[in-house]
T-cell receptor
Framework: QQQVKQSPQSLIVQKGGISIINCAYENTAFDYFPWYQQFPGKGPALLIAIRPDVSEKKEGRFTISFNKSAKQFSLHIMDSQPGDSATYFCAARSLTGGGNKLTFGTGTQLKVEL | DGGITQSPKYLFRKEGQNVTLSCEQNLNHDAMYWYRQDPGQGLRLIYYSQIVNDFQKGDIAEGYSVSREKKESFPLTVTSAQKNPTAFYLC?????????????FGSGTRLTVV
């Protein structure tokens, strides 16, 4: 079964600090790796995404680092703010078997304290 | 504004009852998906549909049914065969094919068995 393993399950960071969330995968057919941010009672929203031919992508305070040989990727949130407190999901896309299917990690609950 | 509308926001089901969750999108997306979210388990795929009148089972389809009679609509029925239906249900849509686009999610329906 295709899996994406995400860690840590929860994370507390001081305001202004760096939040780091890690994900690992096994299936080499994955070809697109998005991150989603979810606030309580809401649906997830696309935050940032990367393709495996790129090792890093930065958008504002959010950076994805991708290590294709290790089959790992991570989200870094620089200068973390209380408004970043949310649940973050990594995901991986496969076109195998037809269809644009995302497999999600189990999520990381981030709390940014003042 | 374009988006995905899920209704109702909260739904209560009695034992042995079938209930239907609504999902409508006006994004002109070809593909639609249903995910179930439980604490600590991330998002798990129930069903997905790439085109009208066609759909495929996801990882946890047992006890659920769907239809895709219109491009805009992808309702999910939770049947009495689903023994543990209490969860947060998320509908999503995406462009078809291999484009590098993420999913757009609705705001979810929280189903509770009473």
């Amino acid at each position: 079964q295709q899996q994406v393993k995400q860690s840590p399950q929860s994370l507390i960071v001081q305001k202004g600090g760096i939040s780091i969330i890690n994900c690992a995968y096994e299936n080499t057919a994955f070809d697109y790796f998005p991150w989603y941010q979810q606030f309580p009672g809401k649906g997830p929203a696309l935050l940032i995404a990367i393709r495996p031919d790129v090792s890093e992508k930065k958008e504002g305070r959010f950076t994805i680092s991708f290590n294709k040989s290790a089959k790992q990727f991570s989200l870094h949130i620089m200068d973390s703010q209380p408004g970043d407190s949310a649940t973050y999901f990594c995901a991986a896309r496969s076109l195998t078997g037809g269809g644009n299917k995302l497999t999600f990690g189990t999520g990381t609950q981030l709390k940014v304290e003042l | 504004d374009g988006g995905i509308t899920q209704s109702p926001k909260y739904l209560f089901r009695k034992e042995g009852q079938n209930v239907t969750l609504s999902c409508e999108q006006n994004l002109n997306h070809d593909a639609m998906y249903w995910y179930r979210q439980d604490p600590g388990q991330g998002l798990r795929l129930i069903y997905y549909s790439q085109i009208v009148n066609d759909f495929q089972k996801g990882d946890i389809a047992e006890g659920y049914s769907v239809s895709r009679e219109k491009k805009e609509s992808f309702p999910l029925t939770v049947t009495s065969a689903q023994k543990n239906p209490t969860a947060f249900y998320l509908c999503a849509s995406s462009m078809g094919g291999g484009n590098y686009y993420g999913y757009t999610f609705g705001s979810g329906t929280r189903l509770t068995v009473v």
